[in-house]
């Protein structure tokens, strides 16, 4: 009786018989259970287990018939075999429901302490994400109106500060312009154009020239301009690069609030405005 007939005697289950065939073909090819290990990727102690019968400790079913199906390719164990001691150690659901399962002590096939694998939901993964963009929309929405905010602030309070310097302009900036006889028989007719960036038409301004004040604006300004009878004709903020025209009504009194690049013209004359640190000035044009 040779040693495989022997330790088939005393085999308990298929597991333990299946354990001892590799080993034993192990031996013969001359591997130890390191060189094993390296080939399968496994630890060496799985191997140890998988020789002695004994799957305590080990993964879920499935990957334990993996593990023994390459051990045995790799000791060339005949395929015919192998496929019978694994369906002897894992039968199919039918097989086990007619109790032949019944054979193989549950304590070998102990699966309880095998670490159960979870997978990190995806979904939680996708509402992180959308979060994510959400918060830098939010962000730089903010930050947009935050700016938008700043510039309107800035802006206004420059106004302000035009309103608030063209109320203090001294007198001594104040520059008078008389209008000659000519221009006071020809005083008959009020026109005013405030739009912004206006386009004049040049035909009538052609023929309004010998009466007309016009005063081109050149950065964001307050204006206001007051006609003989006291009447306002315009008194509000206006863009750059704007031109207002009047006609018929002098004298006019013309208040600027910021006056670079600003310039006026009466019966087609300039007209000095007159500098000071305020860059404001309030000028009465065709006046004796």
Do not use: C
């Given at each position: 009786m040779n040693d495989q007939t022997r330790n088939s005697e005393h085999a308990q289950n298929p597991a333990e018989e299946l354990g001892i065939l590799l080993r034993q073909a192990r031996v013969q090819k001359g591997m130890s259970v390191g060189e094993v290990a390296e080939c399968l990727k496994l630890p060496a102690r799985?191997?140890?287990?998988?020789?002695?019968?004994?799957?305590?400790?080990?993964?879920?079913?499935?990957?334990?018939?993996?593990?023994?199906t390459s051990y045995g390719r790799l000791l060339d164990i005949d395929k015919a075999e192998l496929k019978q001691y694994l369906n002897q150690i894992f039968p199919s659901r039918r097989v086990a429901h007619q109790n032949v399962s019944s054979n193989i002590p549950a304590g070998d096939l102990n699966f309880q302490h095998a670490p159960v694998r979870r997978h990190f939901p995806r979904w939680i993964i996708g509402i992180v994400i959308v979060g994510v963009i959400a918060a830098g929309i939010y962000a730089w929405q903010s930050k947009s109106s935050s700016e938008s905010a700043k510039q309107s602030a800035s802006s206004s309070q420059e106004v302000s500060n035009q309103v608030a310097t063209v109320s203090d302009v001294a007198a001594s900036n104040i520059r008078i312009v008389p209008m000659s006889d000519s221009d006071k028989a020809g005083s008959a007719e009020n026109l005013t154009t405030s739009n912004d960036n206006l386009n004049i038409n040049t035909q009538e301004t052609s023929t309004a020239t010998e009466q007309a004040l016009?005063?081109?604006?050149?950065?964001?300004?307050?204006?206001?301009?007051?006609?003989?009878?006291?009447?306002?004709?315009?008194?509000?903020?206006?863009?750059?690069?704007?031109?207002?025209?009047?006609?018929?009504?002098?004298?006019?009194?013309?208040?600027?609030?910021?006056?670079?690049?600003?310039?006026?013209?009466?019966?087609?004359?300039?007209?000095?405005?007159?500098?000071?640190?305020?860059?404001?000035?309030?000028?009465?044009?065709?006046?004796?």
């Open positions: 799985q191997i140890e287990a998988i020789e002695s019968g004994s799957y305590d400790g080990m993964p879920e079913a499935v990957f334990v018939k993996g593990f023994l016009r005063i081109n604006i050149g950065h964001k300004s307050w204006l206001q301009v007051t006609d003989k009878n006291n009447q306002v004709l315009i008194s509000q903020v206006v863009s750059a690069g704007s031109i207002h025209e009047f006609k018929g009504a002098a004298p006019y009194k013309v208040v600027i609030g910021y006056t670079t690049d600003s310039s006026i013209q009466f019966n087609g004359k300039n007209i000095i405005i007159p500098e000071n640190k305020k860059r404001t000035a309030a000028i009465t044009v065709g006046e004796n």
